[in-house]
Nanobody, 119 residues
C-alpha cells in the first residue's frame, strides 16, 4: 500500500496563491519516480476533474481551465509532488486530491485538502 497525504490547502482571497503538497509513503520500494502523479479537484455538486498530470517520463499536462496559473512539480528524492496555484479564482474552490498511478492496477488516492477562494 502507498499512502498519500495532501497539505497546504486553506482560505485565500481571489488573486492569491497557495502551494499544495502531496507526500507519498509506504510500499514505494524506491519506485516513486515510476509513478504517474496527478492532481484532481472536486467542487460541491460537480464531477472530479483533472488539474495536472506529472508523468513518470517527466511530462506535465494541465486542465484547460488552468491557463498558466498553476505549476505542478515533483521531487522524487522526497517522494513529494507540489501544485503551485497563483491568481486563484472563486471557481477554483474545491477539494484537491492527489493520485498516484503505476501501470493499470495500482492507483492510490489521498484524503484531499480543501481550497477555498473567497473574499
Amino acid at each position: 500500500q502507498v499512502q498519500l497525504v495532501e497539505s497546504g490547502g486553506g482560505l485565500v482571497q481571489p488573486g492569491g496563491s497557495l502551494r499544495l503538497s502531496c507526500a507519498a509513503s509506504g510500499n514505494l520500494f524506491n519506485l516513486f519516480s515510476l509513478y504517474g502523479m496527478y492532481w484532481y479537484r472536486q467542487a460541491p455538486g460537480k464531477q472530479r476533474e483533472l488539474v495536472a498530470a506529472l508523468t513518470s517520463t517527466g511530462d506535465t499536462n494541465y486542465g484547460d481551465f488552468v491557463k498558466g496559473r498553476f505549476t505542478a512539480s515533483r521531487d522524487n528524492a522526497k517522494n513529494t509532488v507540489y501544485l503551485q496555484m497563483n491568481s486563484l479564482k472563486p471557481e477554483d474552490t474545491a477539494v484537491y486530491y492527489c493520485n498516484a498511478q503505476r501501470g493499470i492496477l495500482l492507483s492510490y488516492w489521498g484524503q484531499g485538502t480543501q481550497v477555498t477562494v473567497s473574499s
